[in-house]
């Protein structure tokens, strides 16, 4: 069992940052590849990014290459989203998950967090 919890959303203006964290209780977070997904009112949860166990693969959508970096700090039991160059359709609820692989679909995942809502103004 791996219980998630996210942190560190909030409002932003266009064009600036943020840093999700998302803490994981256990002592088995370093053998679970992690994602992030977010999910807008009113519509699906998407994928946004993952990362391998040993941080050796990452995977992005095409709306976040070169924005987003999903990175991981095994020691921590933490995985942390930069969210650079944030626009107005990046707001959403952002959600942490763990699973066996870094994939983009959310029925991979077995453990997922409560979320954490990011707001962009324009």
């Known amino acids: 069992q791996v219980q998630l919890v996210e942190s560190g959303g909030g409002l932003v203006q266009a064009g600036g940052s943020l840093r999700l964290s998302c803490a994981a209780s256990?002592?088995?977070?370093?053998?679970?590849?992690m994602g992030w997904f977010r999910q807008a009112p009113g519509k699906e949860r998407y994928f946004v990014a993952a990362?391998?166990?040993?941080?050796?693969?990452?995977h992005y959508a095409d709306s976040v290459k070169g924005r987003f970096t999903i990175s991981r700090d095994n020691a921590k039991n933490t995985v942390y989203l930069q969210m650079n160059s944030l626009k107005p359709e990046d707001t959403a609820v952002y959600y942490c998950?763990?699973?066996?692989?870094?994939?983009?679909?959310?029925?991979?995942?077995?453990?997922w967090g409560q979320g954490t809502q990011v707001t962009v103004s324009s």
């Open positions: 256990g002592r088995t977070f370093s053998r679970h590849a």
């Open positions: 998950a763990a699973g066996f692989q870094p994939i983009s679909t959310a029925d991979g995942y077995l453990y």
């Open positions: 990362i391998s166990r040993s941080a050796d693969s990452t």
